[in-house]
Structures are given as C-alpha cells and as structure tokens.
C-alpha cells in the first residue's frame, strides 16, 4: 500500500502545481488580449462544471474502474485547457471551462476516494494539505520563473500562455503513463462509499441545523470572498506594478509558509483551541484585504498579499480540525459532499462581482468586500459552531437521560 500512497500523492501533487499556475496565469493572457470579461465567463462555467461533475460523480464512478475515470479525466482536463486558452470567441471559454471543471473535480474525488480508508481520513487530510500547498508553491514559482525568462526575449502576448499552457499539460500528460509505475493500480477500487445524495442532505438537514448553516456559512460565503478576490489577483498586481516573477515569488512562498505552519501545528498540537485558530485565521485575512487597500507602498502590499495567500491555506488546516474533532465523524463525508456543492455554487457569483468591481468601480473595492465577506463567513462560522456544540452536547444529556429512565424500568 505504500507504492500506491507514494503514487497517488505524486499525481496529487502534479496536478496541483499544473492547476494553480493555470488559474493564476491564465487571467494575464485573456488581460493582455483584452477579453478579461472572457476569463470571467470561463471561471464561472468551470465552477458550473465542477457542481455537474460533484453531483453526477456518485453515477460515473459505478460505470468506471479507477484506473480508466482517472486517465479520461487527465485527458478531458488537457483538452479543456487548450481550449479555454482561445480568446477568439466566448464560446472557447464556456466549452473549455465546463470542461476543465468536471474533470478537475473528478480527478480530485477519484484520488480522495482511492487513497485512504475512513479509519485513517484525518491523516490523509493532513498529509493531502500538505502535499497540496507545495505543490501549489512549485507550481507556482516554476511557472514564473520561466514565463519571466521567455518574457526576456519575447512578446508575453506570443509565448506566455503557451508555456503556462506546456507546464500544465507537462503537469498531467506525464500520469497517462500511470498503469507503467504500478501494474496492481489498474485493480484498485473505491475504498469508501460517496455518501452524496439529496435524501442524505435533507436528513442532515434535519439531524443537525447547526452544522449546515456552518456549512454555508465556510463554503459559501467563504468561497465567495475567495473568488472574488483570487481570480484576479494576477491583473491586479500587474497594474499595481509587480512583475510576473514578483508575484509568483509571494504568491509560491506564501503558500510554503502555510504548509509549514499546517504541518507543525498539528505535528506539535500547536493549536489548543481549533475554533479560536480558525476565528483567527478570519480576522488576519480581514486585516490582509484592508492592508491591500490602503497602503500604496510595494512592500506592504507584498506583506498583505503573503498574509492572505498563507491565512487562506491555514483556514483550509483548521477547518480540517474541526470536521474531524468536533463534529461527529460519521457525517464528515456527508458534510464535505455538501461543502463542495455550495463551494462551487459560490464561485459563480463570487467571480461576477469581483469582475464587476474591478471594471467599473476600483481594485481597492475588490480587497474591502473580500474582507468584509471573509469577516462575516468567519462570524457565522463560530456562531454556528458553537450552537452545535451546544446542540450535540444537549442531545447528548438527552440520549443519556433516556437509557437511565430504561435501565430504571
């Protein structure tokens, strides 16, 4: 079992470094061809995808051995990346990015699915952030460095988003040679169960109020200050005069920070108090959005934008705790099931009005509803924690009061 964990964080790294030096990169090229309105069309269509896929994946994987869902995922995500990356025609962007979301989600359940039993799903979470954050920093860094060197002798408008393209097809070609690196892989199956389904939600909805409000209030909103913000972040900086490798470099190192911060809190339980720690990641991503805002200087720009890239990866940390320490472990599938709908529900309006701010009002817009979004997901999410503590906790005294009437009969 080692061989295929080995294997399946390669790929899970792979992909991640390709898909976020696309989503980071891709913006520029539709920017400088000026077609930004383009990119937000696409990202939403991608988001569009990624909910058809989320829904339909519980009926994929029962026609699909792991292998083949795999392999024609990799291939249909290359496919939608060229041509997402055609900026001729809207059409291109709505086909490619439908296309990029339902198979991106794919590979990523597929791999969740086949790469860890229930009894060990915190460690995998765990290991998974991390692998995902230096992945992201590769990515990332690698992908500047050589966009900048080709930029160096060469028109960015010619040659940069092909390159990005290149190093995202490099990311995921590569695994097609994935049955050579281990022969059994071909038999392996789902370890557990999708637990998605619309009577599992509406029993959930019932069983526990509390936690699907918090659930909307992480996912939803929290996406939406996400995306409003992130599929820009690119643009912005360009006009705000940082170079392609400048942000790459803050961008990457930020998101190295926050795997290391995620590894050692939970390594050396560095967190006590897991719904303070993600409170707090709330407020220091508030505090990042009002530093873009108001400060002009590079320096503290830069600051803020490391504080926002490092705070987003650890709140995806000390959500982890919390699903697996404080609500009931048999409805976390369930719960992230549902996450992940209402997270890609939350991209389409998210990324509509960032692009919205950002062309008709002014990029300091784009920061301060970010920030007031994040504050007022991070404040539901604690009152909604805390109101099903105290729920769980209540329905506890009353089981237990129930068995000591029984034994007394």
């Known amino acids: 079992m080692n061989k295929d964990r080995i294997l399946l964080s390669s790929i899970y790294f792979l992909f991640h470094a390709g898909l976020m030096a696309y989503k980071l990169f891709h913006p520029l090229w539709f920017y400088e061809q000026g077609k930004l309105e383009y990119f937000a069309v696409g990202y939403a269509f991608m988001a569009l995808g990624g909910i058809l896929s989320r829904l339909g994946f519980i009926y994929i994987k029962k026609s699909f051995r792991v292998t083949s869902l795999l392999l024609s995922s990799l291939l249909v995500y290359s496919l939608g990346v060229i041509i997402s990356s055609f900026t001729s025609n809207i059409w291109y962007s709505i086909i490619g990015g439908v296309l990029t979301g339902a198979s991106a989600n794919n590979i990523i359940q597929v791999l969740y699915r086949v790469g860890h039993s229930k009894e060990d799903r915190h460690q995998f979470n765990i290991n998974k952030g991390i692998v995902v954050n230096f992945a992201q920093f590769t990515g990332v860094l690698s992908t500047a460095i050589i966009l900048s060197l080709v930029n160096l002798h060469a028109s960015p408008n010619l040659f940069g988003i092909y390159i990005s393209n290149g190093l995202v097809l490099l990311a995921t070609l590569p695994l097609l040679g ?18 998605f389904s619309l009577q599992r939600i509406k029993d959930l909805c019932v069983a526990y109020p509390y936690l699907v409000c918090f659930t909307l209030s992480i996912s939803f909103l929290g996406g939406m ?17 940082f170079t392609l490798l400048t942000t790459g470099v803050i961008v990457s190192f930020s998101y190295l920070a926050g795997s290391i911060l995620y590894s050692a809190a939970d390594k050396y339980n560095l967190v006590k108090n897991k719904v303070l720690s993600f409170g707090l990641s709330h407020i220091l991503i508030v505090l990042s959005c009002a530093g873009l805002s108001y ?8 600051l803020s934008m490391g504080l926002f890239f490092m705070m987003v990866s650890y709140r995806r940390y000390s959500l982890t705790l919390i699903e ?14 549902f996450e992940g ?6 991209n389409i309006p998210g990324v509509c009005l960032g692009y919205y701010f950002y062309t008709n009002i002014n990029n300091e817009t784009v920061f301060l509803f970010s920030g007031i979004t994040a504050l007022v997901s991070g404040i539901l999410s604690l009152f909604f924690v805390y ?16 068995k000591r009437r029984m034994n007394y009969d």
Do not use: T, W
């Open 178 to 195: 994935l049955y050579l690196l281990n022969k059994h892989f071909k038999n392996m199956e789902f370890i557990h169960n999708d637990p």
């Open 225 to 241: 200050f996400m995306n409003i913000l992130l599929p820009f972040i690119s643009v912005i900086f360009k006009e705000k005069g």
């Open 295 to 302: 400060f002009n200087s590079p320096i503290p720009i830069g």
């Open 324 to 337: 697996n320490q404080i609500f009931a472990r048999h409805i976390v599938p369930s719960f992230k099931s």
């Open 341 to 346: 709908i209402l997270y890609f529900l939350s």
């Open 387 to 402: 109101r099903n503590m105290v729920y769980m906790y209540n329905l506890y005294l009353q089981i237990e009061a129930s």
